[in-house]
C-alpha cells in the first residue's frame, strides 16, 4: 500500500479520534482559520477552482454547487453532510467519520462560512449508532473550544431506507416526513431543508474541504485526473486477496486496484467481473479494466465510480444468480413514489427470477432491456434510474451466461 495517497485518511491512525487536541496538533482547523481570513467568494472560488466533485455518486463540481447557495436569498441556510452510507459493501465514510471526525466538521463549517449558514446537520446511517456517539463527542469538544464560532452541528440518524442517500429524500427525512425523493427543480441548493438555500455534501467531500483550503487549489487539481482531480477512497470486497480500503489518485486504473492494491483473485482462481460504486454499479468485464477510476472515464463505459465500492468476483460465481439478487434488494428499497420505480423493480426482479430458475424465455431479455431503458430515463431518483444497471450491464458483457438458463 506504499503507493496510496492519503488526503483524507492523512491522520488514519496518527491522532486520537476522541481528542481534538491531537487533530489541533496535526494541523487541524488551519483550513477553517484561513478560509475565515478570505472574503465567502474567494473560499467558493478556491473550491471551484480544486476540482472537487462530489464523492457522494453525482460527481458535481462542489465550488460551483456552494455558490448557488451563497447567492441564494434566504433569512436561514443549511450544510447537510450525506452519512447515510446505505450501499453494500462500502463503508469508506464509517473510516472517516470514525478516524477523524473533526475533518468533517471543519469541512461543513468551511462551507457554512462560505454560504453564509449557521447550521449543520450530520445525517447518519442508522446502523452506525456508535459512530453517532463519536461525531456527538467531536461536536462536543469542538463546542468547547469555541472552534466552530456561531456555527453549530446537529446529528440525525436514519432509519435503514437505502432512497435517504439521495438528497433529497434525506431532507424530508430530516425534516421528520417519510423519506421519499422530490421533484427537482428546484434543487436544494436554492430550496432545500424546510424550503431554505441548503448544501448537500458527502462525508468524503466534506473531509477534502480543509486540505483544500490549507495547500491551495492549484496543489489538488494536479493530483489524480484533470477532470475528476484528487483521490477516491475504495472498498475492496468479494474474490480479492486483500479485502481492504485504500484511498488512491483517481488515474489509477481498474486493474491496477485489483491486482496490485487488491493482491490479485483469491486462490489464484481467474477474474470474472467487478462491480463498482456499490449495488447499482454496472459489471465490468475483464477487456475493460484498463480503464481509469475517474467519474467521467467508469461513465464512458456505462458504469460508476459511486461509493468506491469494489465488488471482485472470480470465474466460479453465477452473475445472473448475483444480479437476481441485487433485483430483489432494488425492489424491498423503492420508496413506491414514483411508477417507473415502483413497479419496474417489481416487474424486473419476476423476469429476472424467471431466468435464474431456467424458467425463462427470449423474449424475456428483450423485455428486460426495454424496461430497463425506460426506468433509467423515468424514475425520479437516482434509485431507480441506477436499478437497471446491474442487469443492462451484465446483459451486455455476459449474455452467454443468460442464454445457458433459458427454458
Not at 458535481?60 to 450525506?82: H, M
Not at 465510480?305 to 465488488?311: D, M, N, P, Q, R
Not at 417489481?346 to 424496461?371: P, V
Request: with cysteine.
Amino acid at each position: 500500500m506504499a503507493e496510496e495517497v492519503r488526503i483524507v485518511l492523512r491522520n488514519y491512525g496518527k491522532i486520537d479520534p476522541l481528542n481534538i487536541d491531537d487533530y489541533i496538533n496535526a494541523g487541524g482547523y488551519k483550513g477553517l482559520e484561513k478560509a475565515r481570513s478570505m472574503s465567502q467568494e474567494a473560499v467558493i472560488e478556491e473550491v471551484r477552482k480544486s476540482g472537487l466533485r462530489g464523492r457522494g455518486g453525482a460527481g458535481f463540481n462542489a465550488g460551483t454547487k456552494w455558490k448557488f447557495s451563497y447567492r441564494a436569498v434566504a433569512d436561514e441556510k443549511y450544510v447537510v453532510c450525506n452519512a447515510d452510507e446505505g450501499e453494500p459493501g462500502t463503508y469508506k465514510d464509517r473510516i472517516i467519520m470514525e478516524n477523524d471526525p473533526q475533518s468533517v466538521l471543519e469541512g461543513m463549517a468551511i462551507c457554512g462560512y462560505a454560504i453564509g449558514s449557521r447550521k449543520g446537520y450530520i445525517y447518519c446511517r442508522g446502523e452506525y449508532p456508535y459512530v453517532v456517539d463519536i461525531l456527538n463527542q467531536a461536536i462536543a469538544q469542538a463546542k468547547e473550544k469555541g472552534i466552530l464560532g456561531d456555527f453549530d452541528i446537529e446529528v440525525r440518524m436514519g432509519a435503514g431506507a437505502y432512497v435517504c442517500g439521495e438528497e433529497s429524500a434525506l431532507i424530508e427525512s430530516i425534516e421528520g416526513h417519510r423519506g421519499s425523493p422530490r421533484f427537482k427543480p428546484p434543487y436544494p441548493p436554492a430550496e432545500g431543508l424546510w424550503q431554505k438555500p441548503t448544501i448537500v455534501n458527502n462525508v468524503e467531500t466534506f473531509a477534502n474541504i480543509p486540505i483544500i483550503m490549507e495547500k491551495g487549489s492549484d496543489w489538488y487539481a494536479g493530483i489524480g485526473a484533470k477532470s475528476y482531480p484528487g483521490t477516491k477512497i475504495m472498498t475492496l470486497t468479494g474474490d480479492v486477496v486483500n479485502r481492504t480500503f485504500i484511498e488512491i489518485p483517481t488515474d489509477v486504473t481498474i486493474r491496477q486496484v485489483i491486482y496490485d492494491f487488491g493482491g490479485g483473485i483469491r486462490e489464484g482462481k481467474k477474474f470474472k467481473a467487478v462491480q463498482i460504486g456499490g449495488t447499482s454499479g454496472g459489471f465490468i468485464p475483464e477487456s475493460l479494466l484498463d480503464t481509469s477510476i475517474d467519474f467521467d472515464s467508469m461513465g464512458a463505459i456505462g458504469a460508476t465510480l459511486g461509493s468506491g465500492a469494489v465488488f471482485v468476483m472470480d470465474e466460479t460465481r453465477d452473475l445472473v444468480d448475483v444480479t437476481e439478487r441485487i433485483s430483489k434488494f432494488f425492489e424491498h428499497e423503492s420508496c413506491g413514489k414514483c411508477a417507473p420505480c415502483r413497479e419496474g423493480t417489481k416487474r424486473m426482479h419476476e423476469m429476472m427470477t424467471r431466468l435464474n430458475a431456467g424458467q425463462g424465455k427470449a423474449d424475456d431479455l428483450e423485455q428486460i432491456e426495454q424496461l430497463g431503458s425506460v426506468m433509467s430515463r423515468a424514475c425520479l431518483c437516482g434509485l431507480g434510474q441506477a436499478a437497471p444497471s446491474p442487469v443492462l450491464t451484465t446483459l451486455e458483457h455476459f449474455r452467454n451466461e443468460y442464454m445457458e438458463k433459458l427454458g
